[in-house]
């Protein structure tokens, strides 16, 4: 009973690289999401997605691009990492998004990024 | 867009009660979710509300009041290991779809 599995779970890159951060669930879930968390600010929403093969703006997006060819699969991307990226990312899915759904978001255990 | 506001920090004692409150504005209202967040850990679901009035689960009880825009989550014979951080989650609408926005968290420090 995996849930939402994130990888990797740290990384440290330097300015101008780019890197992929994969998030992958089992639940059959329609809704995915990439957030970022900074200490004092809370979940922001980078990306998400309502199913496969689509993806829209969440709150703070400039910096990443997103993909989501497969239903299980969400990948974050850094083109060109910067250290205002530095950061707690998480990953989460939910079953769906409306009709009084109680079903709430599953998060994956984080990755931890740091851009020198 | 989506305006959600909690406490930073509370302090609270083994065995007290304490209510950690939220209020929003919102579009599109649709449902309002607690997590509990550990250091270093993810979040994890406690409760959520979509009609008013107060959803009780053991220790834990939310109410919400969707006139007023506010929420919040009552937690009972508090334990050392409720030291968390509480995220309140409000659920809107957004191009079509309904995606929930989180406030800051409020960081809850239970000592003995």
């Known amino acids: 009973n995996a849930g939402v599995t994130q990888t990797p779970k740290f990384r440290v890159l330097k300015t101008g690289q780019s890197m992929t951060l994969l998030c992958a669930q089992d639940?059959?879930?329609?809704?995915m999401y990439w957030y970022r968390q900074d200490p004092g600010m809370g979940l922001r929403l980078i990306h998400y997605?309502?199913?496969?093969?689509?993806?829209a703006k969440g709150e703070v997006p400039d910096g990443y691009n997103v993909s989501r060819l497969k239903k299980q699969n969400f990948l974050l991307g850094l083109e060109s990492a910067a250290p205002s990226q530095t950061s707690v990312y998480f990953c989460?899915?939910?079953?769906?998004?409306?009709?009084?759904?109680?079903?709430?978001?599953?998060f994956g255990d984080g990755t931890r990024l740091s851009i020198l | 867009g989506q305006n959600i506001d909690q406490p930073t920090e509370m302090t609270a004692t083994e065995g007290a009660i304490v209510q950690i409150n939220c209020t929003y504005q919102?579009?599109?209202?649709?449902?309002l979710f607690w997590y509990q967040q550990h250091a270093g850990e993810a979040p994890t679901f406690l409760s959520y509300?979509?009609?008013?009035g107060l959803e009780e689960k053991g220790r834990f009880s939310s109410f919400l009041s969707r006139s007023k825009g506010y929420s919040y989550l009552l937690l009972k014979e508090l334990q050392m290991k409720d030291s968390a951080s509480y995220l309140c989650?409000?659920?809107?609408?957004?191009?079509?779809?309904?995606?929930?926005?989180f406030g800051r968290g409020t960081s809850l420090i239970v000592h003995p």
């Open positions: 989460a899915s939910s079953y769906d998004g409306g009709g009084l759904s109680n079903q709430p978001q599953h």
């Open positions: 639940m059959n879930h329609e809704y």
């Open positions: 997605s309502v199913g496969e093969g689509t993806t």
């Open positions: 919102t579009s599109g209202f649709n449902g």
């Open positions: 509300n979509v009609l008013d």
């Open positions: 989650a409000v659920r809107g609408s957004s191009g079509g779809s309904y995606i929930p926005t």
